[in-house]
């Protein structure tokens, strides 16, 4: 077993024990491998481990990586961008990402749906949520979010499955499963409203276990299975 397939296998193990802990099944929880800045050869690895999606933060990055496969013949791979996205970028993202977890604003949103190639299936994408109101990050108010869901569902390029979130750091568990709350409760009203809505995207390294007890349905975990990144490359 190589070390990346090592690291998986613990961080699924790490992703039972939290089900477990909070009576949840393991199932209901997808495993995110963020490879921003690591290079195919490793994605390649995680793949032979059994691993399929895979967390992209830089476009252009994100988009060689799906062509190489792509031009490899590989089949089963999905990839999800997970950074913030600019105008400017959306076409890359609407023509070769499944997955879009950083909308923010309909302009974006409306982009994204009218680049997406016909002959592909709507580009599902999740409204990100500035829960800690952090000015440094993206992502709306959850006061704006009823507004901009109800915009985004009417979009036919694209299909919302839920929303997004990176908390600020937090000091402790409690504090970590106050805020993985609120958005656990804005997911519950969402899918209520809409019936395409069934992820929620929250947690990382530090507070998986808190986001996992809160109701989280997918975690982003990147250091932990591919090991430290090299930002001077980008």
Not at 33 to 46: G, M
Not at 97 to 118: G, M, N, Y
Not at 135 to 148: P, R, T, V, W, Y
Not at 195 to 210: H, I, R, Y
Request: glycine share 6%; with cysteine.
């Amino acid at each position: 077993m190589n070390d990346i397939a090592h690291n998986l296998a613990q961080v699924r193990a790490k992703i039972l024990a939290a089900a477990t802990t909070c009576g949840r099944a393991p199932e209901e929880i997808t495993l995110l491998a963020v490879s921003k800045t690591k290079p195919a050869s490793a994605v390649v690895q995680a793949f032979e481990a059994g691993h399929r999606a895979f967390g992209e933060n830089y476009v252009q990055e994100g988009v060689d990586k799906i062509l190489h496969f792509r031009q490899q013949g590989v089949e089963g791979m999905q990839w999800h961008f997970i950074g913030p996205l600019q105008s400017n970028k959306s076409r890359l993202v609407a023509e070769h990402f499944d997955w879009c977890h950083t909308v923010d604003r309909l302009k974006i949103a409306s982009r994204l749906s009218e680049q997406r190639p016909a002959e592909l299936p709507p580009l599902n994408v999740l409204i990100q949520v500035n829960i800690s109101d952090e000015q440094s990050k993206s992502g709306i108010d959850l006061a704006e979010l009823d507004a901009l869901a109800a915009q985004v569902v009417e979009l036919p390029g694209i299909c919302l499955r839920g929303l997004m979130a990176i908390p600020a750091p937090a000091a402790s568990y409690d504090q970590q499963f106050a805020l993985a709350r609120q958005m656990a409760v804005a997911f519950d009203a969402l899918k209520v409203r809409y019936p395409s809505v069934d992820t929620l995207s929250l947690g990382m390294s530090d507070d998986m276990e808190a986001a996992i007890a809160a109701g989280s349905t997918m975690v982003r975990i990147g250091t932990a299975i591919f090991g430290a990144r090299d930002y001077t490359k980008n």
